[in-house]
């Protein structure tokens, strides 16, 4: 039985990071979670710019009063230069 977010920020940061890769429609397993005063950081990489606001907006919710600085990056993937040759 959860029993909402913890107080100490090393508890809430654990316990942000295993809600964020278990529950909802987030499942992302990157996201690194740090808590300073009342504020909470989101860093790690995601696919896609949508992602990237999904996790932003499903972390706010777990923690109301608390303001969350969303840091998370959208992967970026280079197109290939040339052509490989399999000989």
């Known amino acids: 039985m959860d029993h909402g977010p913890p107080d ?3 508890y809430l940061a654990g316990w942000l990071e295993n809600r964020i890769a278990e529950e909802g ?3 992302e397993l990157g996201i690194t979670v740090r808590v300073a ?3 909470v950081f989101l860093t790690g990489v995601v696919s896609t ?3 990237r606001e999904q996790v932003g907006a499903f972390a706010s919710s777990l923690v109301p009063g608390r303001s969350v600085c969303n840091e998370v990056t959208v992967a ?3 197109e290939p230069v040339g ?3 399999l000989a």
């Open 8 to 10: 100490s920020p090393e």
């Open 25 to 27: 429609d987030v499942h």
């Open 37 to 39: 005063g009342d504020t």
């Open 49 to 51: 710019d949508e992602r």
């Open 76 to 78: 970026s993937y280079a």
């Open 83 to 85: 052509q490989e040759s």
